[in-house]
């Protein structure tokens, strides 16, 4: 069956750096855009960033735009999301997803994913 599992979360200051990792297992990964979404207490989940299977388009939400970068290597079913300049507003549970067939526009309003990781809480500090 179809397994993501997050790792690399945990806490760090405001203005450190922490990168999520996210390893798929069960599907096949170049064929799947990755999603990394984050819902934080009292909040609905939110659209982080996405990558495409071949990794050439990506899409970023407006919160995180020239602070957070996703990437993947294909070779390694792996996913990671680098986080930069953190702000005590990012702390969230951050989810790996996986989807397979819909448009950016879809992924990005939350209209669902094929798979979901179990999350890993990511904190900053102030």
Same mark, same amino acid.
């Given at each position: 069956?179809?397994?993501?599992? @997050?790792?690399?979360?945990?806490?760090? &200051?405001?203005?450190?750096?922490?990168?999520?990792?996210?390893?798929? =297992?069960?599907?096949? $990964?170049?064929? !799947?855009?990755?999603?990394? $979404?984050? &819902?934080?207490?009292?909040? @609905?989940? @939110? $659209?982080?960033?996405?990558?495409?299977? =071949?990794?050439?388009?990506?899409? %970023?939400?407006? #919160?995180?735009?020239?602070?957070?970068?996703? #990437?993947?290597?294909? =070779?390694?079913?792996?996913? %990671?999301?680098?986080?930069?300049?953190?702000?005590? +507003?990012?702390?969230?549970?951050?989810?790996? *997803? *996986?989807? =397979?067939?819909?448009?950016? !526009?879809?992924?990005?309003?939350? +209209?669902?994913?094929? %798979?979901?990781?179990?999350?890993?809480?990511?904190?900053?500090? #102030?």
């Amino acid at each position: 069956q179809v397994q993501l599992v @997050e790792s690399g979360g945990g806490l760090v &200051q405001a203005g450190g750096s922490l990168r999520l990792s996210c390893d798929a =297992s069960g599907l096949t $990964f170049n064929r !799947y855009t990755m999603g990394w $979404f984050r &819902q934080a207490p009292g909040k @609905e989940r @939110e $659209f982080v960033t996405g990558i495409t299977g =071949s990794g050439g388009s990506t899409r %970023y939400g407006d #919160s995180v735009r020239g602070r957070f970068t996703i #990437s993947r290597d294909n =070779s390694k079913n792996t996913v %990671y999301l680098q986080m930069n300049n953190l702000k005590p +507003e990012d702390t969230a549970v951050y989810y790996c *997803a *996986a989807d =397979s067939g819909r448009t950016w !526009y879809q992924i990005m309003r939350g +209209e669902g994913m094929d %798979y979901w990781g179990k999350g890993i809480l990511v904190t900053v500090s #102030s």
